[in-house]
């Protein structure tokens, strides 16, 4: 199976392609893909870069260029939940833009706002997850192209979305992976709570945040 493994941020893949078996690397744009093999999977991985237009870019580039079997996007995220924790991890169920009109996006193509992450993907997190005995949590991620660092904002965010966590890249990773009808899921660790005190909490967390998701990657290839 050829999986696209993709984190916006270095600190998202860099374990990752630290252990990548037989690894090489592509130059697309500015950004480095690494593949490499693990078990009986071959691995195509990248940095996207920061919010949804560099997500949706690099995620169909890996398509095209690979023809993949399934997208897999790592990486950290704010959590809009009393129930999800610092360094909890969030598996998608489903995924939603707050920063889209619903309404529009249920008008023309794709004609849905919410993209469903795929089930055996995800009975395969979970199953990674249990084994590695981190905290987690199923449910919907919110994507949009904005760091949430106000409890304002966060409450604004949850009473529209019913989501568990934001972040900037996961919704434009589904919805390309959905137009090109490839399995996805998306997976965040939290390294903050989207709220007055996020930066800070940003800056202590999210190193270890991003490594527990890509070791949770790794348990599961």
Do not use: W
């Amino acid at each position: 199976m050829k999986i696209a493994i993709v984190g916006a941020l270095k600190i998202e893949v860099e374990r990752i392609a630290e252990s990548l078996n037989d690894p090489k690397t592509h130059q697309f744009f500015d950004s480095v893909v690494y593949e490499g093999m693990r078990g009986e999977h071959r691995i195509f991985l990248t940095e996207l870069g920061v919010g949804k237009v560099n997500a949706a870019l690099m995620t169909q580039r890996m398509i095209d260029q690979f023809d993949v079997d399934a997208v897999i996007n790592t990486g950290i995220a704010g959590s809009l939940d009393d129930d999800v924790d610092l360094l909890d991890t969030v598996f998608s169920k489903d995924i939603v833009y707050h920063d889209f009109d619903s309404g529009i996006m249920k008008s023309f193509a794709p004609y849905t706002d919410t993209f469903t992450a795929d089930e055996t993907l995800l009975q395969r997190a979970i199953g990674a997850v249990e084994a590695l005995r981190y905290p987690y949590h199923v449910g919907r991620i919110a994507t949009g192209d904005e760091f949430v660092t106000s409890n304002a904002r966060k409450d604004d965010i949850k009473s529209r979305t019913e989501a568990l966590c934001v972040e900037m890249e996961g919704c434009a990773v589904a919805h390309t992976a959905y137009r090109n009808q490839i399995p996805f899921l998306v997976v965040r660790t939290i390294s903050d709570g989207a709220n007055d005190d996020a930066e800070m909490t940003y800056d202590e967390f999210s190193k270890k945040a991003a490594v527990n998701a890509a070791e949770l990657i790794l348990e599961m290839f």
